[in-house]
């Protein structure tokens, strides 16, 4: 199996620790973003693994890692990013990571070991993250919903109660070629503005409307994103009090 690293953008809402590096290089407890996701995805089984680069590539290079490029990072959204590594999407199974997320390999090991075209991993113990990390958590959650059987019957939407919200995808999620196959059928669908502005939710709620079975793989281990300064420093005083971060 293959794994693939979405790591164009820069991450403004790190603020001046983006402006000499890309996001995915920011330090979590002694070690980059970008190497707690190598060590998971290894760990995985995940024998190759490529990086889509873009806001100052030249400084994400990792021995054994394949690079990818996206030119227009600067202009496009993360299905864009993805879709520079298609040629690996459509010939091998491919975890996919965010490049500002970390995690065990266990969890990503939960994405390979499933069988259907499309995974999505989903933190179920999302809510105490998001209440820790946000005055108001409804502002930054978004619906996530799944029937008895794991299937994914709705995210991305902005919810109105958070009772209503059955976990939040984690920026983790796995293809199949044929399920790569049904991502490019949607594509071509789009105009060309709409793929460049697209993002991953987006993405996979139009794949629902169209039947494209998702299964949703519910995680109990911790997760952590960074998107701000705040929550660097939130998982780094939790990691201090519990003696890691896992």
Known sequence: MKAIILAAGRGRRMGAR????????????????????????RASGADTVGIVRGYMAEHIVRDGVQPFHNPRWAETNMVASLVCASSWLSSDDCLVSYSDIAYPGSTARLLADAQDDVVIAYARRWRSLWEARFEDPLADAETFRVDV?????????????????????????????????????????LSPRRRDEIDVTAMLQLLLERDQLIRAVPVEQPWYEVDTQSDLELYQAWALRDGGLF
């Open 18 to 41: 983006t402006d000499a590096g890309p996001k995915c290089l920011t330090m979590l407890c002694g070690k980059a973003l970008l190497d707690w996701q190598l060590e998971a995805l």
């Open 149 to 189: 059987e794991g299937r994914l019957l709705e995210i991305g939407a902005r919810p109105s109660d958070l009772d209503d919200i059955q976990g939040q995808y984690m920026g983790l999620l796995r293809f199949t070629p044929r399920g790569w196959r049904s991502v490019e059928r949607l594509l071509q669908e």
